[in-house]
């Protein structure tokens, strides 16, 4: 393990192993959303300015309903004053879930949005190379200037014009005119 957000995720994954991994996942899932979607919410948990008993009773009214084991899990963080890892550990469990289907997950990156055609067939020629089911996350970032950049699996696999022409400005400072 890489560290304490990996290592909380996949404890989290061995108690779903156990039975109810779906619920748990979906649950996950849910709570990534809404933390997602209110970031302020998790500096709330890590305020030292606020009771801890306070921010417990939040944390379990704002996981009311999860699976016990998903509940116990984000409590168990806040109570070690990891609270701000709690979207880390459940992007940790879901990545544990996704690799025990042989699924991964690729960040792209390219200079201009990838058409759905462009999409499906960048997932499949990657599912093929990888022998697994690729989804495609997929981000702009217009300084690439063209071509794709992909993350998947600890590798980086680089085609991008700015790499390209990166590459040909370090060359040619190599050569001896």
Partial sequence: MHNAAEEYGRALFDLAAEG????IERDAKAVLAAFTAAPEYIRLLE????PEEKRRAALTRAVAGAHPYLANTLCLLLDRSRAGQIPAVLEAFLAERRAARGEVTAKVE????????????LAD??????GKTVTLRET????????IRVYIEGELLDDTLRHRLDDIGGRLSETVL
Avoid: F, Q, W
């Fill in 140 to 147: 702009v970032d217009p300084r690439l200037i063209g071509g």
């Fill in 125 to 130: 020629a990657l599912s093929h190379k990888y």
């Fill in 110 to 121: 390219t200079a201009m949005p990838l058409t759905d055609g462009e999409k499906a067939a």
């Fill in 20 to 23: 109810d991994g779906d619920v």
């Fill in 47 to 50: 305020n030292p300015g606020i």
